[in-house]
T-cell receptor, first 114, second 111 residues
Framework: DAGVTQSPTHLIKTRGQHVTLRCSPISGHKSVSWYQQVLGQGPQFIFQYYEKEERGRGNFPDRFSARQFPNYSSELNVNALLLGDSALYLC?????????????FGPGTRLTVL | KQEVTQIPAALSVPEGENLVLNCSFTDSAIYNLQWFRQDPGKGLTSLLLIQSSQREQTSGRLNASLDKSSGRSTLYIAASQPGDSATYLCAVRDSNYQLIWGAGTKLIIKP
């Protein structure tokens, strides 16, 4: 079984541009979460989606948005990129959205903003 | 606001030694605590999950303990091997169902 997949692997953008990151969860998983990990720090929660509805949102500006599709894959969109958005963006899937569910992480997308 | 701290930030030990990594959190109202491993350029791998009602979990050479009242968890690695070299992160599931993470401990096992 394939694990969580993310695309692209690496991405370079310039300030002010827009970016879309994609995530495909493990087959059968209905929940997808997004995290931002700045170098040297732990991940920060951005969004969680379950059955195409937003279940949680972290402390990120409105420039960050996401959605989940009927096949449970997900996109993270970031508008008006800033240098500080440079980070590893991680996607995690779980079968449900409960507190006790184990999340399985993808390899991440490394975003560099110049 | 929940805060998670991991000490030390980095640790280097000879192969074969037993070692302990520490994690502390400020709010005891958690659902569970997880330990993860992160290899360079890769995602996160869940190692152990301890529910709030549990005291410890074991998997192979790994043992994690949880003392919710004192806001502490430890990850014990027995008979360390070079393949254990990685960054280890702990995360707590808070009352809002969100995972709150520590900054990690970078572990190097010297052959």
């Amino acid at each position: 079984d394939a694990g969580v997949t993310q695309s692209p692997t690496h991405l370079i953008k310039t300030r002010g541009q827009h970016v879309t990151l994609r995530c495909s969860p493990i087959s059968g998983h209905k929940s997808v979460s997004w995290y931002q990990q700045v170098l040297g720090q732990g991940p920060q929660f951005i969004f969680q989606y379950y059955e195409k509805e937003e279940r949680g949102r972290g402390n990120f500006p409105d420039r960050f948005s996401a959605r989940q599709f009927p096949n449970y894959s997900s996109e993270l969109n970031v508008n008006a990129l800033l240098l500080g958005d440079s980070a590893l963006y991680l996607c995690a899937s779980s079968s449900l959205a409960g507190a006790t569910d184990t999340q399985y992480f993808g390899p991440g997308t490394r975003l560099t903003v110049l | 606001k929940q805060e998670v701290t991991q000490i030390p930030a980095a640790l280097s030990v000879p192969e074969g030694e037993n070692l302990v990594l520490n994690c502390s959190f400020t709010d005891s109202a958690i659902y569970n605590l997880q330990w993860f491993r992160q290899d360079p350029g890769k995602g996160l791998t869940s190692l152990l999950l301890i529910q709030s009602s549990q005291r410890e979990q074991t998997s192979g050479r790994l043992n994690a303990s949880l003392d919710k009242s004192s806001g502490r968890s430890t990850l014990y690695i027995a008979a360390s091997q070079p393949g254990d070299s990685a960054t280890y992160l702990c995360a707590v599931r808070d009352s809002n169902y969100q995972l709150i993470w520590g900054a990690g401990t970078k572990l190097i096992i010297k052959p």
